[in-house]
């Protein structure tokens, strides 16, 4: 399967060459774009002669050289971007990534569905590799997201029409909770079997009191007949998602995962079943940047 997953991850990789070369130029392509590809193409020559910090740090890393190359990506086709044009926001972003993933590191204390193997022996030397690691998630999907947006499903706003109650959003939330709730509460022996409940519970809360706040929501664009940041960013999930598992299959330190159905199809080191969660937790990121982000009041990026 490890032959199916280089596939899939080079046809990834082209669909986003393709979008780029075929989308419209309004400012040039920054210097820190060429970095970033720089970054990635580097680590892949350090891996590969066994550079052993490389090897340890290579998803971050990876992940980083990523962010760089689709950020001024998206500055070169719309002339605005996270990096370029709101860096604070990004700043926070990244900041907000490390503690919304604790969440649900916090649920794996207890459900058990991945392990990390390879990690430093110093302990300062790991929690850095962890901060870094979990910094790029939030920034790396959002600006899939943003680039999809920017390119396949350009033009795609909303279609105005008759508002829709947001009682009836709120309505959702206790289902939210209950989905959140059940694999803490589940038998020992059956926690495992419920993360994917995980993976939509928080949309389910953090979503409608977005929309019910007037904040950016999935919900209110669905509302408004709008679609396209919906779309943006279930395909951002599958990207990322077969990017995270090819370069983490290679690192020294990776995650592992512990899984109970069809565990044994795996592409890299995921079940095949398991990348169904990929685009439920991009929404999930979005949904929960937003709430985060506006309930800190700090500076926030629209993805848009």
Same mark, same amino acid.
């Given at each position: 399967?490890?032959?199916?997953?280089?596939?899939?991850?080079?046809?990834?990789?082209?669909?986003?060459l393709?979008?780029?070369?075929?989308?419209?130029?309004?400012?040039?392509?920054?210097?820190?774009g060429?970095?970033g590809?720089?970054?990635?193409?580097?680590?892949?020559?350090?891996?590969? %002669?066994?550079?052993?910090? +490389?090897? #340890?740090?290579?998803?971050?890393?990876? @992940?980083? !050289?990523? *962010? $760089?190359?689709? =950020?001024?990506?998206?500055?070169?086709?719309?002339?605005?971007s996270?990096?370029?044009?709101?860096?604070?926001?990004?700043?926070?972003?990244?900041?907000?990534?490390?503690?919304?993933?604790?969440?649900?590191?916090?649920y794996?204390?207890?459900?058990?569905?991945?392990?990390?193997?390879?990690?430093?022996?110093?302990?300062?030397?790991?929690?850095?590799?962890?901060?870094?690691?979990?910094?790029?998630?939030?920034?790396?999907?959002l600006?899939?997201?943003?680039?999809?947006?920017?390119?396949?499903?350009?033009?795609?706003?909303?279609?105005?029409?008759?508002?829709?109650?947001?009682?009836?959003?709120?309505?959702?939330?206790?289902?939210?909770?209950?989905?959140?709730?059940?694999?803490? %509460?589940?038998?020992?022996? +059956?926690? #495992?079997?419920l993360?994917g409940?995980? @993976?939509? !519970?928080? *949309? $389910?809360?953090? =979503?409608?009191?977005?929309?019910?706040?007037?904040?950016?929501?999935?919900?209110?664009?669905?509302?408004?007949?709008?679609?396209?940041?919906l779309?943006?960013l279930?395909?951002?999930?599958?990207?990322?998602?077969?990017?995270?598992?090819?370069?983490?299959?290679?690192?020294?330190a990776?995650?592992?995962?512990?899984f109970?159905?069809?565990d044994q199809?795996?592409?890299?080191?995921?079940?095949?079943?398991g990348?169904?969660?990929?685009?439920?937790?991009?929404?999930?990121?979005?949904?929960?940047?937003?709430?985060?982000?506006?309930?800190?009041?700090?500076?926030?990026?629209?993805?848009?």
């Amino acid at each position: 399967m490890v032959i199916l997953g280089l596939l899939l991850t080079a046809a990834v990789i082209l669909f986003l060459l393709t979008l780029f070369v075929r989308a419209p130029r309004v400012a040039p392509y920054g210097g820190y774009g060429v970095v970033g590809l720089a970054i990635v193409v580097v680590a892949e020559i350090l891996l590969w %002669l066994d550079v052993g910090i +490389v090897a #340890t740090f290579f998803t971050p890393i990876c @992940w980083s !050289g990523y *962010i $760089l190359v689709l =950020d001024a990506a998206v500055f070169r086709i719309r002339g605005r971007s996270l990096l370029r044009t709101e860096p604070q926001a990004f700043v926070w972003m990244a900041v907000l990534s490390i503690f919304l993933w604790l969440i649900f590191e916090g649920y794996n204390l207890e459900l058990r569905n991945w392990t990390y193997v390879g990690l430093p022996r110093n302990e300062l030397v790991r929690y850095f590799g962890y901060g870094w690691s979990f910094a790029t998630i939030w920034p790396a999907v959002l600006e899939t997201a943003e680039f999809l947006l920017a390119t396949l499903f350009r033009g795609g706003g909303p279609v105005p029409g008759p508002p829709h109650p947001r009682a009836s959003a709120t309505g959702w939330i206790p289902l939210g909770v209950a989905l959140v709730g059940m694999p803490l %509460l589940a038998p020992f022996n +059956v926690q #495992t079997y419920l993360f994917g409940l995980v @993976w939509l !519970g928080f *949309i $389910l809360i953090a =979503d409608p009191l977005n929309y019910r706040a007037r904040r950016p929501s999935l919900w209110g664009d669905l509302a408004q007949g709008y679609r396209a940041r919906l779309w943006a960013l279930l395909l951002a999930g599958v990207v990322c998602g077969f990017l995270w598992e090819f370069w983490n299959y290679w690192a020294s330190a990776r995650w592992l995962y512990i899984f109970p159905i069809l565990d044994q199809y795996r592409i890299f080191e995921m079940p095949v079943v398991g990348y169904l969660g990929f685009p439920a937790f991009a929404l999930e990121i979005f949904a929960m940047y937003v709430f985060a982000a506006s309930l800190l009041n700090l500076e926030f990026y629209e993805l848009k």
